[in-house]
């Protein structure tokens, strides 16, 4: 059982470039998240979707973009990478919005 | 008033001892509540949820105090590999989840 997991675990970028950031979930959870981390900044929510088709903001959406086409994947897109991009990416999935998350392990992202 | 505020510590505490941090929250219509454990570099991991009643899991105990607006986390007979950064969770709305900052916790041999 695989749980929550995210492709790729690091990547470089050049200020500029695109990339998508892949999280798959095999719990057939409803809702799925993506935070970044940042030191002393704590989680902050970039955007979420609570159910296939659906995607909301969060705390910080300006500079990404998601898609939920299928329930088992979420994926999170930059579309002009920018170095205020560098952190450290979470996804994470629930059955509903009132019970745990599951997370993934995490990417690394730098923007040079 | 933060809406998830955490002691960021570090606690400096000797192996064996008994820890217990805070976590204060300002909503009073949260729902549910959680304690998340986050290792350096790593994904956070749930600990424990958080329920009226409070709850044990081992050495450690969970407590919400809804008058106060508070959740806290009891550990006895702390272990080095307790070390880690604590994380408290609140919802208030389904979708509506605010993490605190975390409390960072040292056990000292």
């Known amino acids: 059982n695989a749980g929550v997991t995210q492709t790729p675990k690091f990547r470089v970028l050049k200020t500029g470039q695109s990339m998508t950031l892949l999280c798959a979930q095999d719990?057939?959870?409803?809702?799925m998240y993506w935070y970044r981390q940042d030191p002393g900044m704590g989680l902050r929510l970039i955007h979420y979707?609570?159910?296939?088709?659906?995607?909301a903001k969060g705390e910080v959406p300006d500079g990404y973009n998601v898609s939920r086409l299928k329930k088992q994947n979420f994926l999170l897109g930059l579309e002009s990478a920018a170095p205020s991009q560098t952190s450290v990416y979470f996804c994470?999935?629930?059955?509903?919005?009132?019970?745990?998350?599951?997370f993934g392990d995490g990417t690394r992202l730098s923007i040079l | 008033r933060k809406e998830v505020e955490q002691d960021p510590g570090p606690f400096n505490v000797p192996e064996g001892a008994t820890v217990a941090f805070n976590c204060t929250y300002s909503?009073?219509?949260?729902?549910?509540f959680f304690w998340y454990r986050q290792d350096c570099r790593k994904e956070p991991k749930l600990l424990m949820s958080?329920?009226?009643s409070g709850n044990e899991d081992g050495r450690f105990t969970a407590q919400l105090n809804r008058a106060s607006q508070y959740i806290s986390l009891l550990i006895r007979d702390s272990k080095l590999s307790d070390s880690a950064t604590y994380l408290c969770?609140?919802?208030?709305?389904?979708?509506?989840?605010?993490f605190g900052k975390g409390t960072r916790l040292h056990i000292l041999p």
């Open positions: 909503n009073s219509a949260s729902q549910s």
């Open positions: 979707s609570v159910g296939e088709g659906t995607t």
């Open positions: 994470a999935s629930s059955y509903i919005g009132y019970e745990p998350q599951h």
């Open positions: 969770v609140v919802n208030y709305r389904d979708d509506k989840i605010i």
């Open positions: 958080v329920y009226s």
């Open positions: 719990m057939n959870h409803e809702y």
